[in-house]
Structures are given as C-alpha cells and as structure tokens.
C-alpha cells in the first residue's frame, strides 16, 4: 500500500479523514521514495503533516527500523512529537491499535513501538552532539534552516549502518547562503508550473503572478488555474535527489485575497520567506530610489495647516529621529492619514545638524508641529530622546499626545509615564512594514525635489543576518545616515495605531 492510500485510510486529522484532494501538488511528494528529499516551503503548507504520515507509515511498514526525527529546539522536537506524532496516532482506532495499543502514556523523546520500530526525537540549534550514539535508518529534519550550520554530515552518520538510508529535510527559506537553500540547489529543485491558456507561457508561482481577484500570467495577463499545474525540476539531473518548492499560492484553502492581506501587513522579508517560500540575498537594499520616488507626488512642502487637506487635519502626526553626537542628525517627519484609502502622506521633512543646540532644536520644532497642526508625536524614547521629548513637549506649549518609542525585538502596549507615553515596539516588524507599504504605493511623499535627500536616508537600509538569533535585521549602509528613515517609521507606527483605534 502507498503512503498515500495508507493516510487516505487511516489517518485522521481534527476527526476527518484526510485527504489529498486539492492538492495535486502533494500527490509527487507522497510517492516520492527518493533517498533524499527536500522541501522548501512557506510556512503553514502542511510540511509537518507529510513528515509524521511519513514517519508512522514507515514505522508501520518495517519492523525494527529507527528513525531520528531532528528540530532545532528542544521544545519544537517535543511539539511535533506530541502534537503531531503522537496525535496522529492517537486520534486513529486503526493507528492506535497498529502501533500503540497500550494504556500508558507515549514518551516524547525516544518511542518504541510493539513491532520494535522506533523514533528518536532530539534537537541540534547548536550542534549534532544530541544524536551521536543513535543508529537509524532514516533521518527526518524539520526546520532545517534554523539548524547548526554544517552539522548535516555529523547527523547523517547515524545512518552508516543502514542499507536504506534515507534523508528528509524541510524548512522555510531565509538567506540564500543557507543550508536549506543549498539543498534545494542540489536537488532535482521542482518548480510547480502552471500552463497559460492564452500563451505559451508557463507561469512560475512568485509575486508576478498576483492579481486583484486570480493568479494571472505575467506575460500575458489571462487568469491561471493552479490545479492543472505540474512539477517541472530546474535540475533534471541531479543525482543528490528530489526538491520540492511549496508556498501559499498553490494551497487549496488560501486565496489571492489572503495572500494580498499578506502582503499588505507582512515586512517584504517575511512576505518572501514565509508566503513566497523563497530566499533573500544578504545585503540587498530593501527598497531602491526608484521606487521611493515611484511614491512622491506633486505637492509641496506643507508649511502650515492649511496646506494639508481638509479631511486629514484631525490626523497630523510627527515622528521625531533625535540625533547627537558626531554624525547623527535630527530628522522631523510630518504626516497624516489619507481617509478612504488609508494611505499615510508625509508632508514635511527637516534636518537638523548634529551639534545643532539642543534647546533652540525643540522651539523650532514645537513651532513647526504648533503651524502644521499636529495632534500626536511619536519620537525616540531611548538616548537623547530620554531628556530631549520632555524639552519638546514643554516647548510646545499644549498638551499634545506624546509617544516616546523604544525598538526591541518584541511589541509590547504603551504605558503611561506622566505626560509622556512609553511604547515599545519590534523594531525589524515595524521597518519591515513600512517598507513593504511603500513597495505597494501606500506611503506618499512630497514632490522629489522637496524630499531629495531624505529618500536616500530611507533607501540606505539593508538586510542583515544575526546568526546568533537566526533572523534578519534592517540596518543602514556604511557611512550613510538613516534618520529620515526611523523618523518617518515612528511617525508611521503611530498612525497604524490611530487608524486601528477607530476601527
């Protein structure tokens, strides 16, 4: 019986039996019985799944063999054993009585079957060293672009022993320099492609092919149909074995709608990570000049209220970036919210030099925000910003609803701390947002001549890998300055909240 029949028939999952009924793309995958394989997919496209009916088929099917099954942490190696593994088998009367017909509780780490199968459940963030002394046969890694770089030969020792030593890996991109990506490079590497009914085209599932309502062909625009689809490999020669490429655009229970809604929230490397399942290059530009001035319109500078329109007065807000020291400057972003279509339109750019006088810095800036009207001011909290938001808000001379923002790696509320507020905020999610909105045309300027160099400020940010978290940061080009950039996010972040608030 195939692996497929064998799900088909006996797996359950929430209390349905499953099913591979539009997913045609999984139908090659499930059959697959390679030696290696490799599938580099979005998140949430049911990877997890196809590794724990792999594992319990296999279980079943041959007595006594050993399976190691790896995750980076401890806790997502347990989580797939409990919630998916053990799960799987216990929600199934046929499972549970094929291969836990015991009243006893099933271990999480190492679980021996009644027919002498067993799994091994361990992790490796940082090293192999949990799997030395195992012996399998097979070896199945989750999340293996957040595994210990390198370590893959270390964990395929295990199988020196074994006459059918197989290999599964799956995870979801990051950089193109990673361990995943490699694998997939060396694979067969299949590509779900999609036959244009309108052209010879056959269409690859990246962002060119989103339309408003359907999956369209990019080079000629017809509407695509994902499940006449097939997998065509870019490396029909590999001998290393089988890839998969797996994302949201070819799953059954999503549509372009929610893939949109995606794209509108998620920061343009998570979006090409998480949706997209593709890798990004280590230090590309986020987003370029061009498409910065793509965003400008004709307006001018505003100088004072009048110059905004009517309809968006009510919602003028001003980031403030505090700069000191020897190259850091000031930077005043003035904006406002677009009612209708919930574009945010920055209005008003300025700069202040590094060993600009603190005090004479705070009254031109109180007098600014007093002529444009502002009703909120969301500066940063930390450094300078700890004395210099009190100067400002004295210097206004009204009480004005100040938000003094701190960047970490995590959100958290605001929380008042006498007249000001102190909000802590995801520093890469929210640079990240900004950033994709204006790739989508949502964040305005003034006409390029007014916003020159403060675009270059906004363009200079690039990716960065921290490998000691495994994630990816926004930070600034060498040598150039990135002011306007966190001004414009403060003032941003403020205005997402006052837009969510009245909705």
């Not at 997890?48 to 401890?74: E, K, M, W």
């Not at 085209?201 to 989103?210: G, I, K, N, S, T």
Request: net charge neutral; hydrophobic share 40%.
């Amino acid at each position: 019986m195939s692996l497929r029949s064998f799900c088909e028939l006996v797996v359950r999952l929430h209390g349905q039996p499953f099913s591979l009924t539009g997913r045609p793309y999984l139908h090659q995958i499930y059959n697959s019985t390679d030696k290696n394989i490799v599938i580099r997919a979005s998140r949430q496209v049911e990877k997890s799944t196809f590794l724990a009916n792999r594992i319990i088929y296999d279980c079943h099917r041959n007595r006594g063999i050993r399976i190691l099954f790896v995750s980076p942490r401890q806790e997502q190696a347990e989580l797939f054993s409990r919630d998916r593994l053990q799960a799987t088998i216990l929600e199934s009367p046929i499972l549970s009585r094929l291969l836990w017909p015991k009243s006893r509780p099933m271990p999480v780490r190492d679980i021996c079957f009644p027919n002498g199968s067993r799994v091994y459940v361990r992790p490796a963030f940082h090293s192999a060293d949990g799997v030395r002394g195992i012996s399998a046969d097979e070896i199945f890694i989750d999340e293996f672009q957040d595994v210990a770089p390198g370590q893959l030969p270390v964990m395929q020792e295990t199988l020196s022993h074994s006459a059918t030593a197989r290999t599964v890996l799956t995870g979801t991109p990051k950089l193109i320099d990673n361990h995943l990506e490699a694998a997939f490079t060396r694979s067969t590497a299949n590509e779900w492609r999609i036959p244009c009914d309108n052209c010879p085209e056959l269409a690859l599932l990246d962002e060119r092919v989103l339309g408003l309502t359907s999956l369209v062909c990019a080079a000629c625009g017809a509407a695509l149909d994902v499940q006449r689809g097939y997998w065509l490999p870019r490396n029909p020669h590999s001998e290393w074995g089988q890839g998969y490429w797996i994302n949201h655009l070819m799953a059954s229970w999503l549509n372009v709608a929610d893939v949109l809604a995606r794209r509108s929230t998620y920061d343009p490397i998570r979006f090409r990570n998480e949706v997209l399942g593709l890798a990004v290059h280590l230090g590309d530009h986020i987003v370029t000049r061009e498409e910065l001035e793509a965003c400008c319109d004709a307006y001018p500078t505003a100088n004072r209220i009048s110059d905004v329109p009517l309809v968006s007065r009510r919602g003028i807000i001003a980031g403030i970036d505090w700069g000191g020291g020897v190259d850091s400057a000031t930077v005043l972003a003035v904006g406002y919210v677009t009612p209708g279509n919930r574009s945010f339109n920055f209005c008003r750019f300025d700069r202040w030099g590094p060993r600009a006088e603190p005090e004479d810095t705070c009254r031109q800036i109180a007098v600014l925000c007093n002529q444009l009207g502002v009703r909120g001011i969301a500066a940063d909290g930390g450094g300078n910003g700890s004395v210099y938001n009190r100067l400002l808000l004295r210097a206004m001379g009204r009480l004005v609803p100040f938000w003094a923002i701190h960047y970490s790696a995590a959100d958290q509320e605001p929380i008042a701390n006498g007249d000001l507020t102190q909000w802590t905020v995801n520093r890469t999610a929210s640079i990240g947002t900004l950033f994709m909105r204006i790739k989508l045309g949502q964040i305005r300027f003034p006409r390029v001549a007014d916003s020159g160099s403060f675009l270059d400020e906004i363009a200079s940010e690039v990716v960065q890998y921290d490998d000691l978290s495994r994630s990816f940061k926004y930070m600034r080009t060498p040598g150039q300055r990135d002011d306007a950039l966190h001004a414009c996010n403060y003032a941003h972040v403020l205005a997402l909240r006052t837009v969510r608030a009245h909705h």
